[in-house]
């Protein structure tokens, strides 16, 4: 009997020991000796030394009356910081808890839009929109965001507002493009809760912030993983291929897909046929190859093997990648950038034909 009335004892004291822990979590505990701390003597700095800049930001005026235990209104809520979760993104040096930056990158197509994107689809997200958007200007603002917490648990929870919160958001870009910053600006908030309650849940307004930018960073993030499995997904899929006549007149490899799609399955089918790639850039379109082996001839053929090869004689190629809206056109050149002939272009087209209309796993 004692026993079990231990058992409950033992759960009902620390439940109330936890309840009276967290009455008033992120509040200053202790004996608050620290008003009774005196200035210490400043430093002495001889006078044929030079005297070191003193930044005033975490000064303390110890001459004001701190009537009485000033610790207990002082809230300790640890600060935000931002999280660079964003491949190719950055902390702003001059601004490190409301302003990030993001570089251009491969799976971009446009940085400026894809900024703006992000914080549409988090407000969208959260159930909200603009009320003001300037692009020219790089600069919107959010209708009210209605901030909600839990409390309880099981059957007892509830979910109550406790705020209302408006954001100011800004778009910089450098002028080449390929970098630009998001900044958070909290500009309006309203307490939906009576004002003890408010000083329970508050925050200030520079870590609201911070919040907002993280969740928006992760929303950046989440679109372009979503984009790249959109894009893995469709890259997959087989390509029609022709021989047309490039823009610049060469006769080339028609690829019907867009530049990005047919510049992923090139060079899987290059690598494919056991072409040789010394020099792959992307940007400016162009591979540097080398066929190893010669496909043409009696002994092309003679240990069964020709059929693995691309149909390229041996030597040194550049591969030009040309791009046409949602077509690109595949230039095959010596080293001296002079295209190969139609008739050694449709030794190719079979195998490019094989190759890119298949679907790949």
Excluded at 120 to 142: C, M, N, P, R
Excluded at 235 to 263: C, F, M, R, T
Excluded at 269 to 281: C, I, K, P, Q, S
Aim: with cysteine; aromatic share 10%.
């Amino acid at each position: 009997m004692i026993n079990k009335s231990c058992q409950w004892i033992v759960p009902s004291v620390l439940a109330i020991l936890l309840a009276a822990c967290a009455g008033k979590p992120n509040k200053a505990d202790g004996s608050f000796a620290y008003e009774q701390a005196q200035p210490n003597q400043r430093l002495k700095i001889p006078a044929d030394k030079l005297t070191p800049a003193v930044s005033s930001q975490f000064k303390i005026d110890h001459q004001r009356n701190l009537n009485g235990k000033t610790g207990e209104a002082v809230e300790i809520f640890p600060p935000r910081l931002i999280a660079p979760i964003v491949t190719a993104s950055h902390i702003d040096d001059a601004d490190p808890r409301t302003t990030i930056w993001f570089e251009q990158s491969e799976q971009i197509d446009n940085l400026q839009d894809a900024i703006w994107n992000a914080i549409s689809g988090y407000l969208d997200k959260q159930g909200i929109s603009f009320v003001k958007q300037d692009k020219t200007e790089g600069v919107a603002e959010s209708e009210w965001l209605v901030v909600s917490r839990e409390s309880g648990w099981g059957f007892w929870k509830t979910t109550f507002d406790i705020e209302k919160q408006k954001y100011r958001f800004w778009v910089k870009m450098k002028p080449h493009g390929r970098s630009g910053s998001l900044t958070v600006e909290l500009i309006g908030r309203e307490s939906l809760l009576d004002q003890e309650e408010t000083q329970f849940f508050m925050l200030d307004d520079v870590s609201l912030a911070t919040d907002t930018l993280n969740s928006i960073a992760g929303h950046f993030e989440y679109r372009l993983r979503l984009d790249a499995e959109n894009r893995r997904t469709q890259y997959v899929k087989g390509i029609e291929v022709s021989i047309e006549q490039a823009p610049n007149g060469d006769p080339a490899i028609l690829v019907n897909a867009g530049y990005e799609h047919a510049w992923i399955r090139t060079i899987e089918a290059l690598d494919f046929f056991g072409l040789l790639m010394t020099d792959v850039n992307k940007i400016q379109g162009r591979v540097h190859a080398k066929v190893r082996r010669d496909n043409s001839g009696f002994w092309s053929g003679l240990f069964g093997k020709e059929e693995g090869l691309l149909g390229l004689d041996k030597g040194d190629y550049v591969i030009e990648l040309i791009k046409d809206g949602d077509k690109t056109y595949v230039v095959f050149n010596d080293l001296t950038l002079t295209s190969i002939t139609q008739s050694q272009l449709e030794k190719v087209l079979p195998k490019l034909q094989q190759r890119l209309g298949e679907d790949l796993d």
